[in-house]
């Protein structure tokens, strides 16, 4: 009889790293363990509901984490099956060709990576296909070169966001559509699963269109009877032979009580702050700093996106449903006033007055709210961390 606690390959987190690799594994026919510390993301009305999405916060998680100065930091994070995937806007960008080089910021330099563009570029192409990107190549300036086309036709502008996209085009600037994940069939809108509905961007996908990692990684997987996911199960630490050189065992904290698990290859993908978190409280005699870390490296230079939303309220009401179509990247690398990169330019979902009364003062009144809303184009301004040591877990 089969040990029921081994296997031949554990993946810990279910989200675009863990559940991607997971749906390319299974078809081997190996033993495939896949943890996840959340649970499926329940679908309910409150789905589609900005007060109880936004204001309420129903899908975070109510965890507490401390900052650098030990206060209390409630992170914006989710764990469900398919991690933060179910809530992202659906924005499946590259990396720019020359991102993976070095490149000098105002605030200081960008290393290096140790691979380049051109060796990750099957593998974009392969996810394109996987998660139905829906763009057009060329378009944006910084456009890296790409092996095919995107497997689907860029998603059209609404009639407001087709008019900015003129102007921003007559006043010199290269806009382009966003690429999206999203399966949504324009030609034929009654068979499409997108409706493109208004509650796209941070909520999860009620009629399950939206391309994330529990759709179309995790589901499928699950049909290969050689794949089991556990839900609800928190990996503790990692345990090492006496050696020090191999996971022998995979602490797992579940439905209250404690679980060991065994593989011979074990994946951690529990995103860029808890896989950190997990290596370094698996520290023991062989390794006193964490798993992984003799460099004293794992959980510093934490790199995340600095982003800004920037309300443009018009005279002309703004009627626009599904928003997130458009971008513009040409001061991506800078221009002749300020040669340093700025960053990408998109927009959000539709704002509504419900989700703006989140950050709004509290003697806003809620008509003003509304008002607002109904005449804002909503655009998302994306920047980065620089690696810095000190910014860490």
């Keep these: 009889m089969a040990n029921e606690s081994a296997y031949d390959v554990i993946v810990i987190g279910s989200g ?3 559940g991607t690799l997971v749906h390319n594994l299974a078809p081997s026919g190996k033993r495939i363990l896949l943890l996840e510390r959340g649970d499926y ?9 900005p007060t109880a999405v936004n204001l309420d916060g129903r899908y975070q998680t109510k965890e507490v984490w401390k900052d650098a100065r030990g206060r209390d ?17 659906a924005a499946l960008f590259r990396l720019r060709k020359e991102d993976f080089g070095e490149i000098r910021h105002h605030g200081g330099i960008s290393p290096a990576w ?6 990750m570029e099957p593998y974009y192409t392969r996810a394109e296909r996987m998660y139905h990107v829906h763009g057009e190549h060329g378009e944006d300036p910084t456009d890296p070169y790409a092996s095919e086309p995107y497997p689907h036709p860029a998603v059209s502008h609404e009639p407001r966001l087709q008019h900015l996209a003129e102007d921003f085009a007559r006043s010199g600037l290269k806009p382009f559509h966003t690429p999206l994940g999203i399966q949504i069939d324009e030609k034929n809108p009654n068979r499409s699963q997108c409706i493109r509905c208004g509650t796209c961007d941070g909520f999860p996908c009620l009629v399950r269109a939206k391309a994330d990692a529990q759709v179309l990684a995790v589901d499928p997987a699950l049909e290969f009877p050689n794949v089991t996911l556990l839900t609800n199960a928190f990996v503790e630490r990692l345990e090492t032979i006496p050696s020090g050189r191999a996971v022998s065992k995979v602490i797992v904290r579940r439905n209250g009580g ?7 290859v074990v994946v951690v993908s529990a995103g860029a702050i808890n896989s950190a978190a997990l290596l370094l409280r698996s520290a023991n005699d062989r390794h006193p700093n964490g798993l992984a870390n003799r460099s004293g490296v794992v959980g510093r230079h934490y790199m995340g996106h600095v982003n800004s939303i920037l309300m443009a309220v018009s005279k002309c009401p703004n009627p626009t449903i599904f928003q997130k179509t458009l971008s513009v990247n040409d001061f991506y690398f800078g221009d002749e006033d300020f040669p340093y990169p700025m960053g990408h330019i998109s927009f959000v979902g539709k704002l509504d007055g419900a989700t703006l009364s989140a950050g709004a003062p509290a003697i ?11 005449h804002s184009l909503d655009f998302w301004l994306t920047s ?6 000190e910014n860490r877990v």
């Excluded at 914006?76 to 995937?85: D, I, L, Q």
């Excluded at 806003?364 to 109904?374: I, N, Q, S, V």
């Excluded at 980065?384 to 040591?389: A, T």
């Design 16 to 18: 675009a790293g863990g």
């Design 41 to 49: 993301v329940r679908r309910e009305k409150e789905n589609w509901d």
């Design 73 to 89: 930091l409630h992170p914006h994070t989710n764990y469900a099956v398919g991690g933060n995937t179910k809530f992202y806007g």
């Design 114 to 119: 140790p691979v380049a563009y051109d060796e």
């Design 258 to 264: 404690r679980e060991e698990y065994s593989a011979g």
């Design 364 to 374: 806003a009144p809620g008509f003003t709210l509304d008002l607002m809303a109904r």
């Design 384 to 389: 980065e961390d620089l690696p810095d040591p």
